[in-house]
């Protein structure tokens, strides 16, 4: 045995000659950094650990082989958590032993119930690099979280709103930092050191200067993340949101040489840059968390030209002829031949008043990595019961003295994936209860209690909570999107066959072919990710839709660069008032493109239907009714009609098109916005 103020690497092997060359290993390689410990057993490795905790020592990485004698080492390494919740776990395994049914058997069981972290494979000659691969990785993953080394450290209390909200801000963007409480002593000095006695956190960054109270857009520009946005506003593929699906749209875009922006109005990654662990994303098999694959395809996209506005957010959408522009606070505006919509969803909010005052003082929408920290040894309620609820609750238990689950449905396995389910009811400090409703909660100053409905029962008990994190499905972020971009009841965007299958799409929809797969009902404009209806709620089909929309939007620029110019119609702004359209009583005078309709009615009547015919330079032609009382026709939508009818730049069909079949419309459609 041995011990060390480092943090130290605990290996358990009960054969001699297996635990020698290993240790060996673990010694030249990291000798210098950790201390290395052995065991040849799970009970002097458990006596070990508990004198380790006594003596406040930490505990990095503990391996262990499956073969214990007395206890299976899968057993032991579940064991861990007890006394190290933060401590990676391997199960040593020998090269090959994963054809050994037993061995497999164990290691796929451990895996699914959250026992170990993953599996290493025993180095069979010095210098093993892929056993040592391994181990590197674990060490990283362990010392971006737990170690005494950060990039920066925050100064206060997680359990306000602003504090939870710049530590969540950091865990998605995927900076290490470190957390002290606000009366520290450190604190009071780096406040008298900076002369500035304004109450709120205070940051102090890897090169000792100091921020007090600084904004999320401050704290993004001190880590080198891109918050102003270019002072040349063109591009030609501009995407709102960088999440996993604009993210992917970024990467593709830009390495395939378009000018590319990115406006995000939090942090990269989205709701997924929120989670501690995804577990079945392609080809990251132990795993990967969601803050460092955000940050992966932010370096990988940033690598590739693309340009990003962090802590922007989008407030509007202009629908223009030859661009479409986007306006984002601070005044800035982007225009794009092509817009990729990607701004995914946000968790809905329980419809309890009493929560209301007490968000982010106890009360959480999703739950962030930076959430296990504050709820050491404290009992605290997940709501939700789907994948982000269950990955929520399992990394909370890692500190939390007890979780409590509360789904409304009758079981986890309708919405849950069956890996997350058999790892919850393997987890002694996880309890689920079913048919569970909130309806009502309070505290002096943060949540100290909660009142739970059993629907079963039909009763409601009231339980002691330190906090409550709400994932409970999800609302599309689209209110601020024109009426001309069609939307479902839900406000989720309308996208392909979609369009034209809605009543208010197929009205929106201004060009003889059809929207392809993932366009709007304007052209031009593009939706994927949790923003689109119909998507899977998934990381990796919000990737896969991000990189399949860039064909797309190449296939749109290229037709905008092929068709010959034309000049814009003068008749493209006309306004709307009780169902009237002002200064658009006929067709517009002396403009030979238009004519009048037999059922238009009389000239100059605006209370009725104003029919007009559009001719095109194709020598095609469009009719366009416009009818009193028609909601749908409103003012961006009858100057956009116009202008494609009439206007070649405008327009992508100027060459002969395949006509759009009609599509038949399920019943009365709604338009949103």
Not at 56 to 84: M, N
Not at 391 to 401: D, I, K, P, V
Not at 625 to 643: K, M
Request: aromatic content about 6%; overall charge negative.
């Amino acid at each position: 045995m041995s011990s060390s103020s480092r943090p130290t690497l605990l290996l358990v092997e009960g054969d001699p000659e297996a635990r020698s060359r290993i240790e060996g290993e673990l010694s030249r390689r990291y000798g210098a950094d950790y201390g290395i410990a052995s065991a040849s057993s799970a009970e002097a490795a458990t006596e070990e650990m508990r004198r380790m905790r006594e003596t406040g020592e930490d505990l990095a990485l503990v391996l262990a082989d499956h073969w214990l004698g007395e206890a299976t080492g899968s057993e032991f390494l579940g064991r861990v958590r007890s006394l190290y919740p933060h401590a990676k776990r391997a199960l040593l395994i020998d090269w090959g032993a994963w054809g050994h049914r037993p061995t497999a058997d164990a290691v796929l069981e451990a895996m699914a119930l959250g026992r170990i972290d993953y599996y290493v494979l025993k180095p069979s000659r010095r210098r093993d690099e892929y056993f040592h691969r391994t181990i590197t990785e674990f060490l990283h993953e362990w010392s971006r979280e737990h170690s005494g080394a950060h990039e920066l450290t925050v100064f206060a209390d997680l359990r306000t709103p602003r504090g939870h909200e710049i530590c969540d801000l950091l865990r998605r963007s995927g900076i290490a930092f470190g957390v002290q409480p606000p009366e520290s002593p450190a604190a009071r000095e780096l406040l008298g050191g900076s002369g500035n006695k304004r109450p709120g956190p205070i940051l102090q960054l890897h090169d000792g200067s100091v921020l007090v109270d600084p904004t999320n857009e401050e704290i993004a520009a001190a880590y080198g993340v891109d918050t102003e946005p270019p002072e040349d506003g063109d591009s030609e593929a501009l995407i709102v949101g960088g999440g996993p699906a604009g993210l992917s749209a970024a990467v593709y875009a830009a390495s395939e040489g378009l000018k590319t922006l990115v406006i995000e109005r939090h942090a990269v990654g989205g709701q997924a840059g929120s989670s501690s662990l995804i577990r079945n994303y392609l080809g990251f098999s132990r795993g990967v968390g969601g803050g460092e694959l955000s940050q992966r395809a932010y370096q990988q996209a940033w690598i590739f030209g693309a340009r990003f506005a962090i802590t922007r957010e989008a407030t509007a959408l202009e629908v223009g002829s030859d661009s479409h522009g986007v306006s984002c606070d601070a005044g800035f505006r982007g225009t794009a031949g092509a817009v990729v919509l990607a701004t995914g969803v946000s968790y809905r909010r329980l419809r309890v008043p009493a929560l209301d005052a007490l968000t982010g003082a106890g009360v959480f929408y999703g739950a962030s990595t930076a959430d296990a920290q504050a709820v050491t040894n404290e009992h605290v309620c997940v709501v939700g019961g789907g994948n982000s609820a269950g990955q929520a609750a399992l990394h909370l238990a890692r500190s939390a003295g007890l979780v409590t689950l509360l789904v409304r449905g009758t079981s986890l396995a309708a919405d849950m994936s069956q890996y997350l389910c058999e790892a919850i009811g393997a987890a002694t400090n996880i309890e689920v209860w079913t048919r569970a409703e909130i309806t009502n909660g309070g505290g002096d100053g943060r949540l100290e209690w909660l009142d739970v409905r059993d629907a079963a029962a039909d009763e409601v008990k009231r339980v002691t909570a330190a906090a409550l994190f709400v994932l409970i499905g999800a609302r599309p972020r689209t209110d601020w999107l024109p009426g001309l971009i069609a939307r479902d009841a839900g406000g989720y965007v309308l996208t392909g066959a979609a369009v034209l299958a809605d009543e208010a799409g197929h009205a929106a929809w201004p060009l003889e072919r059809m929207p392809m797969s993932y366009e709007t009902s304007v052209p031009g404009v593009f939706a994927v990710g949790d923003v689109r209806q119909g998507s899977t709620k998934r990381v990796a089909s919000a990737v896969g839709e991000g990189s399949v929309v860039i064909q797309q939007v190449h296939e749109w620029l290229g037709r905008k660069r092929s068709r010959p110019a034309v000049g814009r119609s003068r008749w493209e702004t006309i306004g709307q008032s009780h169902g009237s359209y002002r200064g658009l009583s006929g067709p517009p005078e002396g403009d030979p493109r238009f004519e009048a309709l037999p059922e238009a009615g009389k000239p100059g009547d605006t209370k009725g239907s104003l029919a007009l015919r559009a001719h095109r330079p194709a020598g095609s032609a469009r009719d366009l009714t416009l009818r009193r009382g028609t909601p749908a026709l409103a003012e961006q939508r009858v100057s956009h009609l116009l202008a494609v009818a009439c206007t070649a730049s405008t327009s992508p069909t100027l060459a002969p098109e395949s006509p759009c079949p009609s599509a038949p419309r399920a019943g009365r459609g709604t338009r949103h916005g």
